[in-house]
C-alpha cells in the first residue's frame, strides 16, 4: 500500500465566479480578488515542505499554482486531468438560467452522477474516476511525501466525497471556497 499527504487547493476567484456562471473548462483567469486570495492562501503555505506541485492546465488554477510556486520554490507540473468538469453546452451560461430552464435535468446530473451527463459534458463519476486515476499515478511517485495539487471546486469535491467515504451526491456539498485548502491522505492498495 502507498499513501501521500495531499494539499488539495481549489484556485482563486474569477469574475464568472462572482457572476455564478458555469465555468467548466472554459479558460477564465483569475480577477483582482482572486490573485489576492492565491498570495494569501500560498504565504500560508510558507515554511512547509513539499516534493512536488501540480496544476489543472487551465489559467485559474495556474495563476493560483504560480503564486505558491514562489512560496514553496517548486516548479509547476500541469495536467488536464485535473481540469473542473466539463459543463458541455452549460459552459459560459448563468447557472439561475439553467435551473430556471432545465432544473429538472440539473437535479438529475446531481442525483445521478454516474449516469446522468451534463448536455455536451461529462458526468460528475466521469470527473471523479478521471481524478482518482491521476491521484493514483502521484501516490505511486510520491509515496509518503507531501505533494500539493491545484485544481478546481467539483472536481475537489469528488475527491473528499472518496476520501470521507460520502457518496459523489454528496459532491455539490463539498465544494470548497475559492483558495480553500483540504488536507488528505490518499491511499492505493
Not at 68 to 75: A, D, E, F, R
Not at 95 to 112: H, K
Not at 151 to 175: D, F, Q, W, Y
Amino acid at each position: 500500500m502507498v499513501s501521500t499527504t495531499i494539499y488539495l487547493i481549489r484556485h482563486g476567484e474569477t469574475d464568472w465566479n462572482l457572476e455564478h456562471r458555469y465555468q467548466g473548462q472554459k479558460n477564465i483567469p483569475l480577477n483582482a480578488t482572486g490573485l489576492k486570495q492565491a498570495h494569501s492562501m500560498a504565504q500560508s503555505l510558507n515554511g512547509k515542505a513539499f516534493s512536488a506541485l501540480y496544476s489543472s492546465d487551465l489559467i485559474r488554477a495556474v495563476q493560483t499554482a504560480q503564486e505558491i510556486s514562489k512560496k514553496v520554490n517548486l516548479p509547476i507540473t500541469t495536467n488536464s486531468a485535473l481540469r473542473e468538469i466539463n459543463q458541455g453546452d452549460w459552459e459560459g451560461l448563468y447557472i439561475n438560467d439553467v435551473l430556471a430552464s432545465m432544473g429538472d435535468r440539473v437535479r438529475a446530473v446531481y442525483n445521478n452522477p454516474y449516469s446522468e451527463r451534463r448536455p455536451g459534458g461529462e458526468s460528475i463519476g466521469e470527473l471523479a474516476e478521471r481524478m482518482y486515476a491521476y491521484l493514483d499515478q502521484l501516490v505511486e511517485k510520491h509515496n509518503q511525501e507531501a505533494i500539493i495539487v491545484v485544481s478546481h471546486g467539483l472536481a475537489i469535491a469528488t475527491v473528499l466525497c472518496k476520501v470521507r467515504n460520502m457518496p459523489l451526491e454528496a459532491a455539490i456539498k463539498n465544494i470548497p471556497e475559492n483558495t480553500g485548502v483540504e488536507v488528505i491522505e490518499w491511499t492505493k492498495n
